[in-house]
């Protein structure tokens, strides 16, 4: 049984990635695999937030923000910051 798009049941999506899309970045990607559109974005600070600083605390550190666009459902996702908190997608 093939589906809709002639994929076997076993076979995924075909997968692109676009590097360097945000000229600001360190570095930058768009993943896409079917209708599903990724943006990932590094950017790099060679400071650390001011708590490890004061404890001593060896290493990096690491933040990662997700949000999913008004358009990226069929009825209008609103945005987590308009609601002031994160929904179960973006948990």
Known sequence: MNRLDGRAPDQIRPIKFDV???PHASGSVV???????VICAV????G????M????VSGGWLTAEYSMLP?????RK????AKGKLDGRSR
Do not use: C, F, H, L
């Not at 993943?31 to 559109?37: D, F, L, S, Y």
């Not at 950017?43 to 060679?46: H, K, S, V």
């Open 71 to 75: 358009y990226s459902t069929q009825t």
């Open 43 to 46: 950017m790099i600070d060679e």
């Open 53 to 56: 600083k004061e404890q001593s």
């Open 31 to 37: 993943v896409a695999m079917g209708n599903t559109r």
């Open 78 to 81: 609103p945005r987590d910051i």
């Open 20 to 22: 360097g899309i945000a």
């Open 48 to 51: 650390v937030p001011r708590w």
